[in-house]
């Protein structure tokens, strides 16, 4: 494994970001970074400046995207783990922070969607959906708290950032979407909560709700499903990976005295 120094032991002109690397000297965590958002905003986020640990279940993706990140001169560190189990939520937080002696950006984005009718659902797949999307988003924001509450107060921006990813449907019911709804709906409740206890210590809780994006995620659900989604989105000129990751950069790189709490970013086409 990569060994790197503490990052508060390192030469001060690392920590003079320029305005194209405004997070240089900061440490940041992207859960849910194999593929899709998570991948496309550690990559984002590491172009940035920023010192990245890529978490997720795929060790062989997280290994490929740590070398495309350090082989471009950034600094990396792949942990595989569920975070639906807390212990290993917990454990990733103490990797970046072990590994890299601090955790300035906590990006929760690990999530499944599941479609279909509630009548006669197969609860398995409530299950995972809570599990995954909420659950492990609130175990990944419990261990990471108080590294950036520690960063906020004595970090080199004085400001921390914690984003939630979540989704239009934590906003709106579709028809067939409702335990997918349920999970991100929570999300945002518990987003709301975190702003107002972290707020005025400069730890910054901001919720992304993208649209429709084109990423695994789809392929996930029933051949059912997979048909329908098809239909719905084949004439439409979906959200890519990078232009989640684009706005999540947006929310991080504000000044400290400016919160974006929350952005909604759809598809020009999409209607709902």
Same mark, same amino acid.
């Given at each position: 494994?990569? !060994?790197?120094?503490?990052?508060?032991?390192?030469?001060?002109?690392?920590?003079?970001?320029?305005?194209?690397?405004?997070?240089?000297?900061?440490?940041? @965590?992207?859960?849910?970074?194999?593929?899709?958002?998570?991948?496309?905003?550690?990559?984002?986020?590491?172009? %940035?400046?920023?010192?990245?640990?890529?978490?997720? =279940?795929?060790?062989? #993706?997280?290994?490929? @995207?740590?070398?495309?990140?350090?082989?471009?001169?950034? #600094?990396?560190?792949?942990?595989?783990?569920?975070?639906?189990?807390?212990? +290993? /939520?917990?454990?990733?937080?103490?990797?970046?922070?072990?590994?890299?002696? #601090?955790?300035?950006?906590?990006?929760? $984005? /690990?999530?499944?969607? @599941?479609?279909?009718?509630?009548?006669?659902?197969? *609860?398995?797949?409530?299950?995972?959906?809570?599990?995954?999307?909420?659950?492990? %988003?609130? &175990?990944? /924001?419990?261990?990471?708290?108080?590294?950036?509450?520690?960063?906020?107060?004595?970090?080199?921006?004085?400001?921390?950032?914690?984003? @939630?990813?979540?989704?239009?449907?934590? #906003?709106?019911? =579709?028809?067939? !979407?409702?335990? &997918?709804?349920?999970?991100?709906?929570?999300?945002? /409740?518990?987003?709301?909560?975190?702003?107002?206890?972290? *707020?005025?210590?400069?730890? =910054?809780? !901001?919720?992304?709700?993208?649209?429709?994006?084109? *990423?695994?995620?789809?392929?996930?659900?029933?051949?059912?499903? +997979?048909? =329908?989604?098809?239909?719905?989105?084949?004439?439409?000129?979906?959200?890519?990976?990078?232009?989640?990751?684009?706005?999540?950069?947006?929310?991080?790189?504000?000044?400290?005295?400016?919160?974006? $709490?929350?952005?909604?970013?759809?598809?020009?086409?999409?209607?709902?």
């Amino acid at each position: 494994m990569t !060994s790197y120094p503490d990052t508060a032991d390192l030469a001060p002109e690392t920590h003079r970001a320029s305005a194209l690397r405004p997070l240089a000297g900061t440490v940041a @965590l992207v859960t849910g970074a194999s593929s899709g958002i998570g991948e496309g905003t550690a990559l984002a986020l590491a172009a %940035l400046g920023a010192s990245v640990t890529v978490a997720a =279940r795929r060790t062989g #993706r997280l290994d490929a @995207l740590v070398e495309t990140i350090e082989g471009t001169g950034g #600094r990396a560190l792949a942990v595989t783990a569920d975070i639906t189990d807390e212990r +290993q /939520a917990d454990a990733t937080v103490a990797r970046a922070v072990e590994t890299f002696g #601090r955790l300035d950006v906590v990006v929760a $984005n /690990a999530g499944v969607m @599941l479609l279909g009718p509630l009548a006669g659902a197969d *609860t398995t797949e409530w299950r995972r959906m809570i599990e995954l999307n909420t659950l492990g %988003l609130m &175990y990944t /924001a419990h261990a990471a708290v108080p590294h950036l509450l520690d960063s906020a107060a004595h970090g080199p921006r004085q400001v921390a950032d914690l984003v @939630l990813v979540s989704s239009t449907a934590g #906003r709106q019911v =579709r028809d067939g !979407s409702g335990a &997918y709804n349920a999970s991100k709906y929570a999300v945002t /409740a518990f987003g709301e909560a975190l702003r107002r206890e972290l *707020t005025r210590r400069h730890v =910054r809780t !901001s919720l992304v709700e993208p649209g429709a994006v084109e *990423t695994e995620l789809p392929e996930h659900n029933r051949p059912e499903i +997979q048909q =329908r989604m098809r239909e719905r989105y084949s004439t439409m000129e979906r959200l890519t990976p990078a232009d989640v990751a684009d706005a999540i950069a947006f929310v991080v790189t504000r000044p400290r005295h400016t919160a974006v $709490n929350e952005i909604l970013i759809r598809p020009t086409e999409q209607q709902d």
